[in-house]
């Protein structure tokens, strides 16, 4: 019952107890719950039976519903969000923070070295130690050496990727076992850096010199991989998350489902063939093959009848630019800090708009990673040109970092979603005036324009590429704060903030809106899956900034607890 029915709720309730019907197997009271239904966006309580949101409404009105075998939890007016969906993520069980350390977003070196210990401690004894996303620019500029690691794991190899994925951190076993000293060969454009002084290497490997190490990492067998992605569910569930639009290591995933305990409902993609249009109807067919089978497994494992969706290939994935950072970035003017360069497409438009036609007339939505201006045109050019073709779910553009103004509302005449990562533009503010000058900052991450626009926002990760806790993601999207204290610690163009309430929309019952699930999961709703998150405090309102100490206390997933904060 929402809200608006609460007037008729003695008679229903008196009806409820003279008749053989259960009470609910969960309440939650005294919550600030943000449902994310319109129709009764704030509520004390709600009800869980069989997995399923039964009621919604005050404290004594579902109070009234439980009897002696129902759990309840008292929410002790902490805030209640419904499970939250991650609408970007490469999540797998080669992910840093289960194959290894993530450095990323730490500042203080010293931090690091804990945390590669720690890393160290946790992985099982022969096994190389990876991961990385380390950035030396965000404290003195200075590399670090292997001497800083054989201090703390001497008897360990270790790889270390630096964040812009152009250099590795190694120590001195890594370079004893790949047989490295400083007259080691290294392919054109690489270096393996050597200390002025004892004309060793450092430790540090740049570019093509990389992989004279790299090679020798043994690849992570199918068992630790699996096991990985398990720990990662585990990890997913601790930021509140249910639900990820997830491309990437789709065997894995189908192996949760059949073998594991499957926690987080997936929306999957499945990456496009890169390159021209020949064969290309075949792949098309072949995608459809892969979906028909996904369903088929999934299905016969009976688990969807208790827990709600859990897997279906939904849409394709295509690409067609690269990334600011580097230049890559197909941008309408050319770059401000690279005279007459405007990036190179890695799908040309041509090639784009046919790729984009084969697989929308097979009846698959697609969503193409576009970032500069130039490439979100493209990508929209391609869907108008495609829009005969009848698909189930929206197609959508992944990233829009940079957007002309002329473009925004062709998302919405189109129905085209715009899929964005906060995390990418507080991340962004120390480099992307440099790309693109302070005339075209106006067109960078522009949330607040979409919502205005009325185009569907769905906000995401891209795990690894950015932190999974999404209170960290929708902290961005509401500050436009640089963690690393760029702009001066200001607001970046907060014109383009969102609210809360809309942060927690674009991810939860957006993610959902776009998928064939949305009837069933993203709200707080009677009737949906019980998916929900307590928090371990209340969202301040009016909003301040230590919304950035909360954190998730509990998750639910179709009515069952698969995360309790440790105390
Ligand atoms: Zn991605």
């Known amino acids: 019952m929402s809200r608006r029915h609460a007037v008729f709720l003695p008679a229903i309730t008196t009806l409820l107890a003279g008749s053989a019907l259960a009470a609910p197997d969960v309440i939650v009271v005294n919550g600030d719950v943000y449902t994310v239904d319109l129709d009764a966006p704030r509520v004390q309580a709600f009800a869980v039976e069989d997995g399923k949101f039964s009621a919604v409404g005050s404290n004594a009105e579902i109070r009234a519903l439980a009897d002696d075998s129902t759990r309840i939890i008292d929410a002790g007016g902490n805030t209640v969000l419904p499970g939250i969906i991650d609408g970007h993520a490469h999540v797998s069980g080669n992910a840093p923070a289960v194959a290894g350390v993530d450095l990323s977003y730490v500042v203080d070196k010293d931090e690091w070295l804990i945390l590669i210990e720690e890393a160290h401690q946790r992985l099982p004894e022969g096994e190389w130690l990876t991961g990385g996303w380390w950035d030396h620019t965000l404290s003195d500029a200075v590399f670090p050496n292997k001497e800083m690691l054989d201090e703390v794991v001497p008897d360990r190899p270790i790889f270390l990727n630096h964040i812009d994925g152009h250099y590795a951190w190694v120590n001195s076993l890594a370079l004893d076992l790949a047989n490295v000293t400083a007259d080691t060969p290294v392919p054109p454009g690489g270096e393996i850096v050597v200390d002025e002084n004892t004309g060793e290497p450092t430790g540090i490997l740049l570019e093509t010199a990389m992989g004279v190490v790299r090679e020798i990492i043994p690849e992570r067998s199918v068992e630790q991989r699996r096991a990985g992605l398990t720990e990662m569910y585990d990890i997913a569930n601790s930021f509140g998350i249910t639900g990820l639009h997830q491309m990437g290591g789709l065997d894995d995933y189908l192996y949760i489902v059949e073998e594991g305990d499957p926690t987080i409902r997936v929306w999957y993609g499945q990456r496009g063939p890169a390159g021209t249009i020949e064969d290309y109807d075949a792949h098309v067919q072949g995608i459809l093959a892969v979906q028909a089978e996904t369903d088929r497994r999934v299905g016969e494992t009976g688990k969807q009848d208790a827990m709600g969706p859990l897997l279906h290939v939904g849409y394709v994935k295509l690409i067609n630019d690269g990334v600011l950072s580097a230049h890559t970035a197909v941008l309408l003017e050319s770059y401000r800090d690279r005279e007459g360069w405007m990036g190179e497409y890695i ?221």
């Open 347 to 567: 799908t040309a438009p041509v090639d784009l708009a046919a790729q984009v036609d084969m697989v929308t007339a097979g009846g698959l939505p697609v969503a193409i990673h576009s970032i500069g201006d130039a490439a979100v045109r493209a990508s929209l050019d391609a869907f108008e040109a495609a829009k005969g073709n009848k698909v189930p779910y929206p197609n959508r553009i992944e990233h829009i970092e940079l957007a002309h103004p002329d473009d925004v509302a062709r998302f919405r005449e189109l129905g085209i979603v715009a899929s964005m990562q906060p995390n990418h533009a507080t991340n962004a503010i120390g480099y992307v005036p440099l790309r693109v000058g302070t005339h075209r900052e106006d067109r960078a991450y522009v949330w607040r324009s979409m919502l205005d626009a009325g185009v569907t926002l769905v906000f995401a990760a891209d795990y690894p590429t950015s932190p999974l806790n999404p209170l960290v993601q929708m902290a961005d999207a509401m500050f436009r704060v640089s963690p690393f204290g760029f702009h001066n610690g200001e607001p970046w163009h907060p014109e383009q903030a969102v609210t809360f309430e809309e942060a927690l929309r674009a991810y939860t019952m957006a993610g959902a809106s776009v998928t064939a699930w949305a009837d069933e999961i993203g709200s707080i709703t009677e009737g949906k899956w019980a998916d929900f998150v307590v928090l371990d405090g209340k969202v301040p309102q009016p909003m301040d900034i230590s919304f950035r100490n909360l954190v998730v206390e509990m998750t639910y997933f179709a009515g069952r607890e698969v995360y309790a904060k440790p105390h």
